[in-house]
């Protein structure tokens, strides 16, 4: 296998495209000076905050995982394959990935 990792590359790059966008759109709504927030912009930021939180819960939870599973075969002295680090790699990954593509379709879809 030419480049072992090539799966996890790819969803951390597609994440560093997607993550600036939800930014700048969220961005848009808050930096309007002497205005205040609106209800819509409210939500969005209570909801920015919670996905967070439940992202890295989520996130945390698959790191153990993984972390369990390659520490019981290591004690069994089966050494890791790059296979499964990508899939460990992944699987943390995954929950900020799967958020960040839907807020970017969403917020996309909200400011056309």
Do not use: I
Not at 57 to 70: F, R, V
Request: with cysteine; aromatic share 6%; proline share 7%.
């Amino acid at each position: 296998m030419l480049f072992p990792y090539a799966g996890l590359a790819g969803q951390m790059m597609h994440m560093a495209l997607q993550a600036p966008l939800v930014m700048a759109a969220r961005m848009g709504d808050w930096m309007v000076p002497m205005v205040p927030p609106s209800a819509r912009t409210r939500r969005e930021a209570s909801r920015m905050v919670l996905e967070k939180q439940a992202a890295a819960m989520e996130s945390w939870a698959a790191l153990n995982t993984h972390a369990l599973l390659a520490w019981t075969q290591c004690l069994l002295g089966q050494p890791l394959s790059p296979a499964q680090v990508e899939r460990a790699g992944r699987a943390v990954l995954a929950p900020y990935a799967r958020r960040v593509g839907a807020n970017a379709a969403r917020l996309g879809r909200r400011r056309h």
